[in-house]
């Protein structure tokens, strides 16, 4: 019973956390401006999408997905750091509409 009753924790925690690989239904409506020259948004705050695989496209994903869960619709990739295997995505994420 212990078994089972950690298993629907573990899969609930699983469910409910942000994801890493692919966009989530808000993080593919965020889209990506290539700078903030000429935005005309209001700035939802900071986001840092990360990869520990060695993807720095991953990392842009999970940038993307946090910045859609703050309800931002726009995001700019500020600095990607990449450090052996593991990018940072330091990022600013926009309402703009």
Same mark, same amino acid.
């Given at each position: 019973m212990k078994i089972l009753s950690s298993l629907i924790l573990l899969a609930t925690l699983a469910s409910c956390s942000t994801s890493t690989t692919? #966009?989530?239904d808000s993080g593919k409506n965020v889209r990506v401006y290539p700078n903030r020259r000429g935005l005309?948004?209001?700035v939802v705050g900071k986001v840092v999408g990360e990869n520990k695989e060695g993807?720095?496209?991953l990392a842009r994903n999970h940038a993307?997905? #946090?910045a859609g869960?703050? *309800?931002?619709d726009g995001i700019v990739f500020d600095e990607e750091?990449?450090? *052996?295997?593991?990018?940072?995505v330091h990022s600013t994420a926009f309402k703009c509409e």
């Open positions: 692919q #966009l989530s005309q948004c209001e993807s720095v496209e993307r997905n #946090l869960e703050k *309800g931002a750091i990449q450090n *052996g295997s593991n990018w940072k």
